[in-house]
């Protein structure tokens, strides 16, 4: 068996999922160098060597992989920020290690207003209507009070803010859910505004997907459609998060969605990508260079943005689900000859379980919240052994956790996913949450509707209506 070298610049459950695709290789014998943001329970059993850089420095990965690349075939980066950064520049530059994932000035998501600049330029039909508000651009606050009430005017204040550098989605406001009058939504602008460009944007209603696809410089190979639940907690309340789960039907389809979506997704991510590869090469955008979120409307799909990344928690819908040996695929990006990805004709559901510290729960449900459960131990043994029972139709991906002196504990981000997979979204659902339910410790919550039947149907119908409405 061929003994392959991987690089993986890691954080969350993501990476969790992409050292895990490599572990099930029966092809190669992997042998995976893990750069991780924490001591990652999961990653660290599974690592050749695993180090923790707490701020993934570029500088300081490309000097770990720069001694190992006599060990090391190719590299993998998974978290937005090191993409962002320059990491393949600077890997590719100094140890010629093949990195998979979009160059410094492909990383997309670096700049929200370049995006929409983007859009508009190869596929306007997709794009809302936005307006960006520049620093200096406005001689006081009065004028530029004025400028933003006059657009607001035009798009009767039903707006998304959003800044223009990434801030995690922190930084976005939604007119009716973050504020409800003029001035409030001025005082969330104020508080983005300066620390640069402020895009405010037409508030789009519909069905939200997540499109992602897999590039190997020449062209793009679509992976399964999927559905994010941003919002905290049950029945879409709470602020937004990362994602507090997601799902995928057995088919590539989302159950709102036609074929005819689908296409018309991939008609106008093909324009973006062709854009791109105008401005240079197409091979700096191999990859997953477009992890896009769509919302189909009553008068066709708008973008809302896209993320140059795999999307967490979607990727790890889609994962578990390859046919295909996961290196196997990987060097097909690298050498450009990538022309087709199967996934299994599997449902999947991801649901996170997350702190108290997140997402506002502490403050939501202070009743909830035991102070001596916070500090304690995370106990993934009873889920292990359940995965472990079901034939991997359970996994159980550790993210934002921490291995010290042999036990686990959870920080302050998402703390573990679990996927469930069976032939329908609702067993899948049930495995995922049957897996939620048997970790233990940390004060750990998580939401429980997650791809329920009830939402995927009020999904359903809301399209419906939207399009009769505009029929």
């Known amino acids: 068996m061929e003994k392959v070298g991987i690089l993986v610049v890691s954080y969350g459950a993501r990476a969790s999922a992409i050292v895990d695709a490599y572990s099930r290789s029966l092809k190669y014998r992997t042998e995976i160098y893990i750069v991780d943001k924490l001591k990652n329970p999961f990653n660290a059993k599974r690592a050749a060597e695993h180090i923790v850089i707490p701020d993934l420095d570029v500088t300081k990965i490309c000097r770990f992989a720069a001694k190992r690349k006599a060990n090391i075939d190719f590299g993998i980066v ?3 920020k090191p993409i962002i950064f320059g990491i393949r520049d600077l890997v590719e530059k100094e140890t010629n290690i093949p990195i998979i994932c979009p160059t410094k000035r492909y990383a997309l998501e670096a700049s929200k207003v370049a995006q929409r600049q983007l ?10 209507r936005f307006k960006v508000f520049k620093p200096n651009d406005y001689k006081n606050k009065t004028i530029l009070k ?5 657009w607001l005017s035009k798009l009767g204040n039903q707006v998304v803010v959003k800044p223009d550098r990434p801030a995690a989605g922190k930084g976005v406001g939604v007119w009716g859910d973050h504020f409800k009058t003029r001035q409030q939504l001025f005082n969330h602008f104020l508080a983005n505004y300066k620390h640069g460009s402020v895009l405010v944007e037409e508030k789009i209603e519909g ?5 992602q696809a897999l ?3 020449k062209s793009l190979i679509v992976l399964p459609e999927t559905r994010d639940y941003k919002r905290a907690f049950d029945n879409d309340k709470g602020p937004n998060t990362g994602g507090m789960g997601s799902y995928k039907d057995k088919t590539d389809l989302l159950p709102f969605m036609s074929i005819e979506d689908r296409e018309k997704e991939t008609e106008i991510v093909n324009k973006i990508f062709t854009n791109l590869k105008k401005r240079g090469s197409g091979n700096e955008l191999r990859g997953i260079p ?11 799909l708008k973008i809302l943005e896209t993320n140059s990344r795999p999307g967490d928690p979607e990727i790890l ?3 578990p689900l390859l046919k295909d040996d996961f290196v196997d695929i990987c060097f097909k990006m690298i050498e450009g000859n990538l022309t087709r990805v199967q996934v299994e004709r599997k449902a999947s559901v991801v649901t996170y379980k997350a702190p108290p510290s997140y997402g506002g729960y502490i403050s939501a449900f202070p009743d909830r919240v035991k102070r001596e459960d916070i500090s304690t131990p995370v106990n993934l043994n009873e889920a292990y052994n359940l995965q472990r029972e079901s034939g991997d139709t359970i996994r159980v991906y550790p993210a934002s956790m921490e291995l010290r002196d042999r036990k686990i504990f959870a920080h302050t981000s998402r703390s573990v996913a679990v996927v469930g997979i069976a032939e329908t979204i609702e067993d899948a659902r049930n495995l995922s949450l049957k897996g939620i339910r048997n970790i233990e410790g940390g004060g750990l919550w998580n939401r429980n509707d997650i791809a329920s039947s009830k939402h ?7 399209i419906e209506k939207l399009r009769n409405s505009s029929a």
């Open 317 to 319: 819908n889609i994962l």
């Open 119 to 128: 859009f508009e330029d190869a596929a306007s039909v997709a794009n809302p």
């Open 215 to 217: 590039c190997d410089g």
């Open 207 to 211: 069905e939200e997907s997540s499109f």
């Open 78 to 80: 998974g978290p937005e």
């Open 146 to 150: 004025k400028a933003v009430y006059t």
């Open 456 to 462: 995927i149907q009020a999904s359903i119908e809301h």
């Open 290 to 300: 477009f992890y896009v979120a769509f919302m189909h409307t009553g008068k066709g």
